[in-house]
């Protein structure tokens, strides 16, 4: 079983950072990528920005240019360096992990994690 946490959300005003992290663990034998997204109240889920095993990233244009992700294979870990922060970049985020293989080398259904809350007040 595979299980993914996410932290370091919080309040923050605008303009404001904040660096959100996210770990898988569990019987990982190798995750292809690694992506966050973020739901606002009444509004659908949105990717954010994704990262590759190799480091390819990308990103919505909504966030281009004010966020970073980057990655530590290490440590199934994926980090979302926020900078510059809005009011409309609140959000509950979520981090999801693709392409998943367990111990046994059989990929596995992408698991999410339950989500941090990021608040950016005017």
């Known amino acids: 079983q595979v299980q993914v946490v996410e932290s370091g959300g919080g309040l923050v005003q605008a303009g404001g950072s904040l660096r959100l992290s996210c770990t898988a663990s569990g019987s990982i034998f190798s995750i292809n990528a690694m992506a966050w997204y973020r739901q606002a109240p009444g509004k659908q889920r949105e990717l954010v920005a994704s990262i590759s095993s190799g480091g390819s990233t990308d990103y919505a244009d909504s966030v281009r240019g004010r966020f970073t992700i980057s990655r530590d294979n290490a440590k199934n870990t994926v980090y979302l360096q926020m900078n510059s922060l809005k009011p409309e970049d609140t959000a509950v985020y979520y981090c999801?992990?693709?392409?998943?293989?367990?111990?046994?080398?059989?990929?596995?259904?992408?698991?999410w994690g339950q989500g941090t809350q990021v608040t950016v007040s005017s």
């Open positions: 999801n992990a693709r392409g998943v293989r367990n111990l046994q080398r059989r990929y596995i259904s992408d698991p």
